[in-house]
């Protein structure tokens, strides 16, 4: 690190602080800085905005950093073991089996995950209003971005339609 680059011990407190929680105001908090939670959120957000801080903490967050293409190999991984992988047996103090489960939840998230990822699975709302296409995009994005269930995009699009039915 260069001298322009050279950190203040509370600085270099908030870094180690902030890689551990990933929370800026707890990491304001134990690096030091005095204040109420907002006084520390406004310190947490000049001290990420730091081009020393900000580079300290990417160096340190690189090396942790998978790409796309490793989430997806792993996730592929995962979603094409084999089923006995995921069986959990314990054993008795005698060496016998006292309990086996199949533990498959790994391996069908890895297989939700991935089908999302390559758009296996659509989604259609049927509506009866003008409004077709927007509800449609609404019911996609809160699929898409909020991870939402179809059941609960759907319950969600029906209470707005009623709020603002009820409003007009």
């Given at each position: 690190?260069?001298?322009?680059?050279?950190?203040?011990?509370?600085?270099?407190?908030?870094?180690?602080?902030?890689?551990?929680?990933?929370?800026?105001?707890?990491?304001?908090?134990?690096?030091?800085?005095?204040?109420?939670?907002?006084?520390?959120?406004?310190?947490a957000h000049?001290?990420?905005?730091?081009?020393?801080?900000?580079?300290?903490?990417?160096?340190?967050?690189?090396?942790?950093?998978?790409?796309?293409?490793?989430?997806?190999?792993?996730?592929?991984?995962?979603?094409?073991?084999?089923?006995?992988?995921?069986?959990?047996?314990?054993?008795?103090?005698?060496?016998?089996?006292?309990?086996?489960?199949?533990?498959?939840?790994?391996?069908?998230?890895?297989?939700?995950?991935?089908?999302?990822?390559?758009?296996?699975?659509?989604?259609?709302?049927?509506?009866?209003?003008p409004n077709?296409?927007?509800?449609?995009?609404?019911?996609?994005?809160?699929?898409?971005?909020?991870?939402?269930?179809?059941?609960?995009?759907?319950?969600?699009?029906?209470?707005?339609?009623?709020?603002?039915?009820?409003?007009?």
């Amino acid at each position: 690190m260069s001298s322009q680059g050279i950190l203040t011990i509370k600085q270099r407190l908030f870094v180690e602080a902030y890689l551990e929680t990933r929370n800026g105001t707890e990491a304001a908090r134990r690096a030091g800085y005095a204040g109420d939670d907002n006084v520390l959120g406004v310190q947490a957000h000049d001290n990420l905005r730091n081009p020393k801080i900000k580079e300290q903490i990417e160096r340190r967050i690189k090396p942790h950093i998978i790409s796309a293409n490793e989430v997806l190999r792993e996730l592929s991984d995962i979603a094409t073991a084999d089923w006995r992988d995921f069986v959990q047996v314990k054993y008795g103090k005698d060496g016998k089996v006292i309990h086996a489960r199949l533990a498959l939840g790994d391996k069908l998230r890895a297989l939700e995950l991935s089908g999302k990822y390559h758009k296996l699975f659509t989604y259609k709302v049927e509506t009866s209003t003008p409004n077709d296409d927007i509800k449609r995009e609404l019911f996609e994005q809160l699929i898409e971005r909020f991870g939402l269930t179809p059941e609960r995009a759907e319950q969600l699009i029906e209470l707005d339609s009623e709020l603002t039915e009820s409003l007009t």
